[in-house]
Structure formats: structure tokens, C-alpha cells
């Protein structure tokens, strides 16, 4: 079998089944060729994963045309990693979906897995494509299914979350697509690997700044890098559970990648870290963003907006260790993305069963609930220790190799900061825990019954995959040096 | 004079600017996403501006023209205009569940809901 041809289908098979799901009666129907959809692409990129990293980059023409006059999907170690994360992570939520999307969306289902399959398909599409241009648009068809996804939830804050989400969004796609427009005035071309070849003649273009400020602004409004993650509280708050699980897996990492990408390989890192004092801008950012999103966590007695500002936190983790630029930095990136969208999803699909028993996500309706879902809340308790980051875990892993990164370069300080925002995480986890094991029910509070299997058992595996990436750190560790190999080059002389 | 011969850019920064203010500023959210409409078509002009060779023809294969404007813009800027047709639709939509379920689509009245903590 020919595995370069079956690539693309990474991408088609969800695009194509969106608009056939979109029509099926029910909502059985739906959901089960939804997540076949899904799990063949997980399937196809779990294949691509190991033959980008042995062999190095593949590269699809559409139509045949051959780059650059055609646009071509170019898949190394870094976008076929994100890919597997991405369509995994896709295939592991739906597991758990159809009971929570029962309990939370009237009516038949198909038109809702739709949208989730074309946010699917635009999330894969921007992770393999090659073409800068073709990044704008299949980051418009996720961002567009994502604003109605988000929509649907029952709460009607949703809407304006929503909508507070496609302006800013909005605002963030065209920044990028005005950098690309400066790109393409610049250099006439729109393929990644040809720009990157005709850019370093540019170093002194004006043009090509603004292009690169414009690109990073534009994507840090994705990204929800700190002081542009307006948006994300709500919308994560206020989204059906299944969404807000699987955006928060998924969403803000293909953001990453994108910024990655464009920063690395279109332009090299010894002129993005050099013209731009992008170094210090990024770690700057990434410490505001861990501090303030977790001081913000720590206060919060809406579970699924607490979860939210730590993500911002989370994006604070990568960022920095993007902003090293140097291998085991791009490595921690790499990593803690992969092991974030582990762990904010268990935490997110814990609160999402307790929402399904009890219809609230606030800190105070949740006293004395461990007693009465005991599974639920351990497996909350279990993914908190992972995103504290306590050994044997996922989130360990990924801020040791952050530690190392910034001993490396000698931040001893940042190793400093590094535990401090750990403890904050700490705090906000444990005030969870304490309301749900060490406070009594409150008088006449309902009966609770434990979450059903149906939620209980996908939780459960992932954070089973927290622990199992703790241990066996073989596939992440492995997969995230030859990510950060892929976008560095042949080891780049950093400043 | 080479203020005046960049006049297109001039035009554009412009209605960048107006776009972007009116998404800022305006609490209506009929009138953010006019804005926000505003915005992205100063990105087009940016573009089609880029393809433009000063003497060139229409893209069109003919009999006696040599120089013409390159029409790869022109396509991504149709497909962008298709994109923002599609943000557009769903921005005024959301604006219409918006009415429905407030009664209102002006932001000032509906920022002290949602920045409650809880209900």
C-alpha cells in the first residue's frame, strides 16, 4: 500500500464524511460514522508518524501539479506528530461523547457532528499542509465550525462567547493573512519550502518584518497567548462538554504549530529570533501568561472557566519553551503540547461527568460529591496530579524537559518560576478535591448516582494515557526530538 | 511624487484602520461585524494591489497582449471573499440567537451578564 498516496486522506476522509454525516437521520447514526471518520485518520496518521521520522519529509501534489505551481501536502516529524494528537484526540472524545452531547443537544445529531467533523478536517488540514495560503483557509473552515460548535451550548452565554470568539478570531485569521499577502508581494510565492528558500536573500525587507509581526500577532490570538486569550474563558466555559474537551486537546495546539512553523521553517530561527527580539517578547509573554493564568485559576468557582485560565497557563508552559529556541526547548514545546492536550482532556471530561449528573460545574454544588462519584472524582483528582506535573505523570515529563531546557541556558530563575506556577496549580486542584472528599453534602442536596460507564470508562483511558506517557516516555520523547530535529534543521547557531 | 503613487496603500491602511476601530469601538454587534467586513476587504485590495504591472492587461489569453496582471491574487482574494462572506453569515447569525435569547445586540447592555461569575 502506498502510504504517500493514502496521506491526504488524513484530511478527506473528514471533510467528506462531514457533509454525509450532515445528512444521516438520529443520533446513533451520526456519532458512529463520526468517529469511524475519525479513527481512520488516526489510523492513517499513526502510520505516517513513524515513516516522517525515519524518512524523512513527505510531500503529496494535489492534482499533480508539482510545487510550487501546485499546492502540496508537506508532512515531516513536526506537523505528522500534531496530526496523530490531533485526529487521536478527535477519535478518544467522540468515545466519550454520545451520552454527554444526548443530555445537552435536543434533536437529531447529525448536523452537530458535522460542524465537528469539519473543524476536525480544518484542524488536520492546517497541520499538513504546505501552503501558506492554504493554512488560512482550512484555519477559517475549523474556526467557523468552532464558533457554532461553541453555539450550541445550553447555556445562552454561549452565544456571546461565541461571537466574542468569531471577532477576535476572525481579527487573528486576517493578521495572519496579511502577512502572508506581505510574503507573497515580497517573494511571489506561496509554498512554505519555497519561501523559506527565497526569504534569506530578504533579510533586509521591511516587508518581511511586518509580515513575521503579523504572523505571530495574528496566530498569538489563536494561540490565546496572554494578553490576547480574551476569548477562551468563556468559550471553553459555556461550550457543550464534548466541545470544550476537544478543543482544549486540540484547538490552541494546532495554533502553536502554526506560529512553529511559520517561525522556523518559513523563517529561519537565525532571522526570526534576530530581527525580531522574539526571544525575550515570547518569554516575557509565556511567564505573564503562566503567572496570570493560574493566579486567575485559583479563584475561580466555575470549574470549566478555572480549567480555561489554566489552560492560558499551559500556553504559557509551550511558549517558553519555544522562546529558548534552542533543541531540548522546542522539545519541551513539543512534548507539553502533546501531554497538555492529555491532560486538560481528562480534567475536562471529569467535569464534564460531573455535569452530566449534577448540570452544574460551580465549586460549591460539587461539596461532598466524592463520596457519591468516587470514579468521577478520582480520575479529576489523578489528572490534576498530572497537570501539577508529580512524577510517574504526563505533565511531569514535559516540565522536566522545560527545567532542562532552561538550565541549559542557564535561566536558573525560570526553573524558579517554573515551580512556583506548579504550586499555584496545586492550589487551584486541591480546592476541588478539598470541597469534594473533606466537605459535607450540603442539607437536601439531591441524590447523586456515579457517572455511567459510557462516560466513566473513556475518562479513565486517558488519564490511563496520562500515566502511560509518564512511564514510557518512548513514543512522546522520542516523537518531540524528531519534531523540534524537523523544524530547527540541521542545528541552527542561535544568538 | 511617491506619497501619492502608493495611494492604494494609503487606501488601504486606511480602511484597515476604520475596520478596525469600528470592531473595537462599536458596542453593536451588527456594526462590529460591518467593521470586521471593513477590515478584511482592505487585506483584498492589499492583494489585488500586489498583482497589478502598471500598463498590464486583463489576465485573459488573447492575441497582442504581452504584459497582463497576475491573476494568482485574484484568486486568492476570491477565495478569501468567499471566507468572509461565510464569517459574515455566521457572525450576523449568532447576532440574530443573540437577540433572541437577550433581546438585545448592544454590548454594553450585555457585558454586566456576562462577566458574572455565575448566575
Given at each position: 500500500m502506498n502510504l504517500l498516496a493514502l496521506m491526504p486522506f488524513i484530511v478527506l476522509i473528514p471533510l467528506i464524511a462531514s457533509g454525509v454525516v450532515a445528512l444521516?437521520?438520529?443520533?446513533?447514526l451520526p456519532w458512529v460514522a463520526t468517529l469511524l471518520a475519525a479513527l481512520a485518520s488516526a489510523v492513517i496518521a499513526a502510520l505516517v508518524l513513524p515513516e516522517a521520522i525515519g524518512q524523512g519529509p513527505m510531500s503529496y501534489p494535489f492534482g499533480n501539479w508539482p510545487p510550487p505551481i501546485g499546492i502540496e501536502y508537506r508532512v515531516d516529524a513536526a506537523n505528522a506528530f500534531v496530526a496523530l494528537l490531533v485526529a487521536g484526540m478527535a477519535a478518544i472524545t467522540l468515545l466519550w461523547a454520545p451520552k454527554s452531547v444526548a443530555a445537552e443537544i435536543?434533536?437529531?445529531?447529525g448536523t452537530f457532528y458535522a460542524l465537528f467533523l469539519l473543524a476536525l478536517a480544518g484542524l488536520l488540514g492546517i497541520t499538513l499542509t504546505g501552503d501558506a495560503f492554504n493554512v488560512f483557509v482550512f484555519l477559517e473552515i475549523s474556526s467557523l465550525a468552532t464558533y457554532a460548535l461553541i453555539a450550541?451550548?445550553?447555556?445562552?452565554r454561549a452565544l456571546l462567547a461565541a461571537f466574542r470568539y468569531l471577532i477576535m478570531g476572525t481579527v487573528g485569521a486576517t493578521f495572519l493573512l496579511i502577512g502572508i499577502a506581505f510574503l507573497y508581494m515580497v517573494t511571489?510565492?506561496?509554498n512554505m519550502a519555497d519561501l523559506a528558500e527565497r526569504l534569506p536573500e530578504l533579510r533586509d525587507n521591511n516587508a518581511v518584518r511586518a509580515a513575521l509581526a503579523f504572523i505571530i500577532v495574528g496566530m498569538g490570538l489563536k494561540l490565546a497567548l496572554l494578553p490576547l486569550h480574551l476569548w477562551l474563558p468563556n468559550a471553553y466555559a459555556y461550550a457543550p462538554n464534548f466541545v470544550t474537551a476537544f478543543l482544549a486537546g486540540t484547538a490552541t495546539k494546532v495554533a502553536l504549530y502554526v506560529m512553529l512553523r511559520f517561525v522556523?521553517?518559513?523563517?529561519a530561527p537565525d532571522y526570526s529570533f534576530v530581527v525580531l527580539p522574539l526571544s525575550t517578547v515570547l518569554m516575557v509573554l509565556a511567564v505573564a501568561g503562566m503567572f496570570a493564568g493560574s493566579w486567575v485559576a485559583m479563584f475561580q468557582i466555575h470549574l470549566k472557566r478555572m480549567l480555561a485560565y489554566s489552560s492560558v497557563a499551559q500556553v504559557g508552559y509551550m511558549v517558553l519553551g519555544v522562546s529558548l529556541a534552542t533543541l531540548t526547548g522546542l522539545t519541551a514545546a513539543f512534548l507539553h503540547l502533546f501531554n497538555h492536550a492529555l491532560i486538560k482532556t481528562a480534567l475536562f471530561m471529569a467535569i464534564g461527568c460531573v455535569m452530566y449528573r449534577t448540570g452544574s460545574a460551580k465549586l460549591d454544588d460539587l461539596r461532598g460529591l466524592g463520596r457519591e462519584m468516587p470514579w468521577t472524582l478520582t480520575a479529576f483528582a489523578l489528572a490534576g496530579l498530572s497537570i501539577i506535573g508529580?512524577?510517574?505523570?504526563a505533565g511531569f515529563i514535559s516540565k522536566w524537559y522545560l527545567v532542562l531546557a532552561s538550565v541549559e541556558v542557564g535561566a536558573w530563575w525560570l526553573v524558579a518560576l517554573i515551580v512556583i506556577t506548579s504550586l499555584m496549580a496545586v492550589y487551584y486542584i486541591w480546592r476541588v478535591i478539598e470541597a469534594a472528599w473533606f466537605s459535607p453534602r450540603p442539607q437536601g442536596a439531591v441524590a447523586v448516582q456515579e457517572a455511567p460507564l459510557a462516560l466513566l470508562l473513556p475518562t479513565w483511558l486517558v488519564v490511563g494515557l496520562n500515566f502511560y506517557f509518564g512511564l514510557d516516555t518512548r513514543l512522546t520523547v522520542g516523537a518531540s526530538t524528531a519534531a523540534a530535529e524537523a523544524l530547527l534543521g540541521a542545528g541552527v547557531a542561535l544568538p | 511624487m511617491t506619497l501619492l503613487s502608493f495611494f492604494n496603500y494609503w487606501v488601504v491602511i486606511i480602511l484597515m484602520m476604520v475596520g478596525f476601530y469600528c470592531v473595537i469601538a462599536r458596542g453593536n454587534m451588527v456594526k462590529k461585524i460591518m467593521g470586521l467586513n471593513l477590515f478584511q476587504t482592505s487585506v483584498f485590495i492589499l492583494f489585488v494591489s500586489a498583482g497589478k504591472i502598471v500598463g498590464g492587461s486583463t489576465p485573459i489569453l488573447r492575441d497582442g497582449v504581452e504584459v497582463y496582471s497576475n491573476p494568482l491574487p485574484h484568486v486568492i482574494v476570491l477565495t478569501a471573499i468567499v471566507v468572509g462572506v461565510a464569517i459574515t453569515a455566521v457572525g450576523l447569525a449568532l447576532a440574530v440567537r443573540i437577540q433572541e435569547a437577550y433581546?438585545?445586540?448592544e454590548d454594553d447592555h450585555l457585558r454586566d451578564d456576562f462577566d458574572e461569575e455565575d448566575d
Open positions: 444521516l437521520p438520529g443520533r446513533t435536543e434533536g437529531r445529531h450550541y451550548g445550553q447555556d445562552r511571489g510565492t506561496l522556523f521553517t518559513v523563517f508529580v512524577p510517574t505523570t | 433581546g438585545t445586540i
